[in-house]
C-alpha cells in the first residue's frame, strides 16, 4: 500500500479477511482492523465512496460488542474520525462535519479524555469544519470550547490560548460580530504582549 500498489495489497488484504471470517467468524472484533485498512487503500486511491463502505463495516461490528461500553465509545470515536476524513477528503464538508461530530460526543464521555488536550484538537478541527462550511457561529462555539480546555489546562496566559483566542477574534470579524472581535483582539495583544514581551514581532 505505502509503495502505491494498491491492486497487489487489496488482494492480500481480501485473502486476510477472508481467513479471518473463516476462522473466527464475520463479526469478529478483529475483522475491523483489516476493514479499516483496505478503507485506507480505497481512500489512497481516492474511491470514496468504497471507503466509507468499508467504514461502515468497522461500525457495525463495534456495534455489535457492546461488553465494555467505554472501549467501544472510544472504538466508535475512532471510526467516526476515520470516516470525517474521508468525507473531507471526498469533499462533503457536510458528512465531514456530522461524523466528526459524533466523534467528538463518543470522547466528551468518556472521562479519560475530558478537558484533554487531545479532546481540544478534535473539537478544533470541528470548528475548521464548521468554518470552511461557513456555519460560523458553531464554528465560534466549538472555538469556545477549546479556549476553556486550554484555559483550564494551562491558564489564559499561555501560547495555546492565546492563539486560540485569535482565531475567534477573526470568526467574529468574519461575522461582522466587530465589538466582540476587537475585545478578543484587544485581549489578545495584552496576552501577547506578557508572553513575548513589548518589542516582540508577535
Known sequence: MEAGNYKDALSLLEKSLKMNMEVLGGDHMSNAAIF????????????????????????AIYQQHSSDPQLQAEQLGNTFLEMAKVYNRSKDVEMAIENQA???????????YTDTDYLAELVMTLSELQDKANQTEEALNSLRIVEKIYKNNY????????????NISLLCLKSDQNEAALNELRQVEELERTLYGESSTQ
Open 36 to 59: 479499516t485498512v483496505v478503507s485506507n487503500v480505497y481512500a489512497k486511491q481516492k474511491e470514496f465512496d468504497k471507503a466509507i463502505a468499508q467504514l461502515r463495516n468497522v461500525q
Open 102 to 112: 459524533k466523534a467528538v460526543d463518543m470522547f466528551s464521555g468518556l472521562e479519560k
Open 155 to 166: 491558564s489564559e496566559v499561555h501560547a495555546k490560548t492565546c492563539k486560540v483566542k485569535r
